[in-house]
């Protein structure tokens, strides 16, 4: 696993927090709102146990062409994250995928879309940013961290990238992440 995130590499993930989630200047909290005391709990509760494996199953549903399958990420999202986060999570998703086109010829998120317009989908952000990370050919490992980036742009400044060092650090290892990096 990634254990930082050093200079060379923010700049990727600046990259792809503007290529996924134009939206961000708009773009409220989302799964955490806290202080870095809280970060600990936040990392155990819902990025270890929610997002991480989340974002692994939703950018592989995407590689491989399954609206339902990102549906399914979407069921598990929807069970697990409650209160304040969940209904965060879902504000933005639907923002970004109902407000921001795929790229042309992504026809699973098209088909995803049409699925969140119907509303038989909860449409968490996780789900959709990762789709479009799959789509726009970035790394699970770079996806990763700009969902933590995005996760933790309410921190002070200067809080920012240590707070995304050590929520990376945190992370079970995973061979889909090592492999893209």
């Keep these: 696993m990634v254990n930082s995130i050093e200079t060379g590499a923010r700049e990727e993930v600046f990259r792809a927090v ?10 409220g909290e989302l799964t955490f709102s806290g202080a870095t005391a809280e970060m600990e709990t936040w990392r155990e509760a819902i990025l270890t146990r929610h997002l ?38 879902r504000e933005a998703g639907r923002m970004l995928l109902l407000e921001f086109k795929a790229p042309a010829g992504e026809r ?54 240590p707070a995304v060092n050590a929520a990376l650090s945190g992370l079970p290892a995973s061979t889909a992440l090592l492999r893209a990096a």
């Design 108 to 161: 699973v998120l098209e088909r995803y879309a049409r699925a969140v317009a119907g509303s038989t989908v909860a449409c968490h952000f996780a789900t959709v940013f990762a789709a479009r990370a799959a789509a726009f050919h970035i790394s699970p490992a770079t996806t990763m961290a700009a969902l933590i980036f995005l996760e933790m742009r309410s921190l002070p400044v200067a809080g920012v990238w």
């Design 52 to 89: 991480f494996p989340a974002v692994l199953k939703a950018f592989e549903a995407a590689r491989e062409g399954g609206a339902r399958e990102l549906g399914a990420v979407d069921a598990l999202l929807e069970a697990g994250l409650a209160g304040p986060p969940a209904r965060r999570s």
């Design 18 to 27: 503007r290529i996924c989630a134009p939206c961000l200047d708009r773009l």
